[in-house]
């Protein structure tokens, strides 16, 4: 009874950590350079998330806003989070972004990407 009792109690534990949405992907990678501005940054997480409370900025080295603030959640497939960019110039940006998995849980984070000269 008690090995019953453990495994249910295991595979709860591992239902509700699954479901918390983790960032799977980036477009651009983090870390990358890039020749050319990109036209979009993509996140793709790993479960659905919440589009009303979940947002990606880009910043440019001075902290600087640069996105066209259209952050969004694609309706077809609700863990893809984009927003649009202008044309960039040459130099270091930063992609902050903030989500709430459908099971409440937040997550937040940041990575960099560079476009050379």
Do not use: C
Request: aromatic share 6%; no cysteine; glycine share 10%.
């Amino acid at each position: 009874m008690r090995g019953v009792l453990a495994l249910v109690m295991v595979l709860a534990l591992v239902g509700t950590a699954a479901a918390h949405a983790a960032l799977e992907r980036t477009e651009p990678r983090g870390g990358s350079t890039l020749k050319t501005s990109p036209s979009q940054v993509s996140l793709l997480f790993t479960g659905a998330i919440e589009p009303a409370y979940s947002r990606v900025q880009v910043l440019n080295g001075g902290g600087q806003r640069v996105d066209l603030g259209d952050s969004s959640v694609d309706a077809a497939n609700r863990a893809l989070l984009r927003v649009s960019l202008p044309a960039l110039p040459a130099g270091r940006y930063t992609v902050a972004w903030r989500v709430l998995s459908i099971d409440s849980h937040v997550t937040e984070g940041e990575f960099r990407f560079r476009i050379a000269p």
